[in-house]
Every structure is written in C-alpha cells, then in structure tokens.
Nanobody, 128 residues
Framework: QVQLVESGGGLVQAGGSLRLSCAASGRTFSSYAMGWFRQAPGRERECVAAISWSGGSTYYADSVKGRFTISIDNAKNTVYLQMNSLKPEDTAVYYC?????????????????????WGQGTQVTVSS
C-alpha cells in the first residue's frame, strides 16, 4: 500500500518561503509521477506542480511559475515543493499525490483524476 506523508506547512508572511516534503513508501516508484495540489476554502482543487519520478519532466501552474520549484530525491523517495515569494492567495491545504499512469496515454499532470494515491495534506497560510 502506497503511503504519502506531507510535512513542512505552516504560517509565513507574504514574501517568505516554505519547503514542503512528501515522503513516499510502499512501492517501487520508478514509473510514477508525483504532483502537488492545493485547495483553498470555497475553491476547486488545483495542481500547482508535477514531476516524473526521473525528474526529467515537470509541470507548473501559471500561478506559481517562477516562484515554486518541484524536485525529487529518488534515494529518499521524497518529493519537495520549494515555495518562494509566497502570496496570501497561496494559502491552502497542500496535498501530495502519486500517479501510476505516467506512461499512459490519458495521463494529465494537472488533472487530479490522473492520480491514484493522496497524502493527508498540510496547511500553508500566508499572512499579508
């Protein structure tokens, strides 16, 4: 059974930085893709970034390009989301997700339906 455990959330002032971590366990992940999603109250879930397990392919939402960086440490089975220049509108619960269908025709990194496993989420709050 795949387990995803997020950490690193918290309260930060606008302009500050946070790094989220997602520790994955339970499988061999070499054919997986990993994503970071967020959901704010009253808003739809949004994919902010995704990465192939090899690290060779990445996706970013327009709203975070140039501010967020997704990376992966294969040896530690851990995915990171470095968030810089944070804005109040980045406030949300952030979720890590894993997809077994990266090499499938229908895989879409920004589509939550493409992901099979989810973490419990970590709260990020950016104060103005």
């Amino acid at each position: 059974q795949v387990q995803l455990v997020e950490s690193g959330g918290g309260l930060v002032q606008a302009g500050g930085s946070l790094r989220l971590s997602c520790a994955a366990s339970g499988r061999t992940f070499s054919s997986y893709a990993m994503g970071w999603f967020r959901q704010a109250p009253g808003r739809e879930r949004e994919c902010v970034a995704a990465i192939s397990w090899s690290g060779g392919s990445t996706y970013y939402a327009d709203s975070v390009k140039g501010r967020f960086t997704i990376s992966i440490d294969n040896a530690k089975n851990t995915v990171y989301l470095q968030m810089n220049s944070l804005k109040p509108e980045d406030t949300a619960v952030y979720y890590c997700a894993a997809s077994t269908r990266y090499y499938s025709v229908g895989f879409r990194p920004r589509d939550g339906a493409s992901y099979d496993y989810w973490g419990q989420g970590t709260q990020v709050t950016v104060s103005s």
